[in-house]
């Protein structure tokens, strides 16, 4: 199995997010915190009470961990279409894979990538969720104070489970839509991309943007569900389960509260996609 995808991924993956972690926390703040008006309101309340490492917080831990997991993405969902479009005796495909054979590597990327990303993905959310500001004289302190030990306390208040709190919605999130994002960027490389070229950087940067932007519309109502669900039992069970969370959620706030978080989501997607692409592809051809 060509390894260069794996490297590239992480490499790509760690890019992508620490340009997109500020806002996934005023996402996952909106998502799971009804105290704020908007996302402007989110924004002007993290940096009034936290400063602007409240945008960061939660951001340490991913930088190894979900880094590892984008190459999990990229190396299965390269290897996986490998695999469906060559013979054994092929290393690279002779014409471009179709699209439904991108889609199914993307939905099997989708789903590896989900099971590894359940934990990091949770201790992740618990810790963006910590509003206290950093730690000052008479000031309540965080109930997390990093990520181990935000897990050992998982571990010991809700057992090894609970690390995958959350983890059946995720995967339900990421499977189609990860087929759906891949086949975004194929069909849109290939639209503006003349025949047995490889596409250029704007073609690239676009496609990847417009790739994420695709499947975050897509993945934002079950991101509302996930987000909460990993919330869940801090303070007691809430929710006995997806459907339970749906039927609440909607009971209280409404069919809008699936598309919480969606402009933000938006906003985030294009340029962390757009690099997590262009660097990807052009570490394979720097290697290739």
């Known amino acids: 199995m060509p390894a260069e995808e794996f490297v590239a991924g992480w490499v790509s993956g760690a890019l992508g997010l620490v340009l997109g972690h500020p806002f996934d926390t005023i996402k996952v703040r909106l998502q799971s915190q009804n105290k704020y008006r908007g996302i402007l309101d989110c924004a002007i309340q993290i940096y009034r009470h936290e400063s602007v490492l409240g945008f960061f917080k939660g951001m340490s831990f991913p930088i190894a961990s979900i880094a590892l997991v984008n190459s999990v993405l990229f190396g299965v969902y390269s290897n996986v279409l490998l695999a469906l479009t060559t013979t054994p005796h092929q290393e690279r495909w002779t014409h471009p894979p179709v699209y439904m054979d991108v889609f199914i590597a993307g939905c099997l990327g989708g789903f590896v990538q989900a099971y590894c990303l359940a934990p990091f993905d949770l201790i992740k959310v618990r810790l963006q969720n910590q509003t206290e ?156």
Request: aromatic residues 12%.
């Open 133 to 288: 500001p950093r730690a000052q004289l008479g000031s309540p302190r965080p109930r997390y104070r990093g990520p181990l030990h935000c897990m050992t306390s998982i571990l010991q208040n809700e057992g090894p489970q609970g690390l995958f709190r959350g983890s059946g919605t995720l995967m339900l999130r990421d499977t189609p839509t990860l087929g759906i994002y891949f086949v975004s960027y194929e069909w849109l490389c290939r639209y503006y991309t003349p025949k047995d070229q490889n596409p250029n950087s704007a073609t690239v940067l676009v496609a990847g943007g417009c790739a994420g932007i695709a499947s975050w519309v897509t993945a934002t109502p079950l991101d509302v569900i996930k987000c909460r669900m990993q919330m869940d039992g801090l303070k007691g069970r809430v929710y006995h389960g997806l459907l339970d969370c749906m039927v609440s959620s909607v009971q209280q706030e409404g069919p809008q509260v699936f598309f919480r978080g969606l402009i933000i989501n938006s906003a985030r997607a294009f340029p962390v996609n757009a690099v997590t692409f262009l660097s990807y592809e052009y570490l394979l051809r720097w290697w290739g």
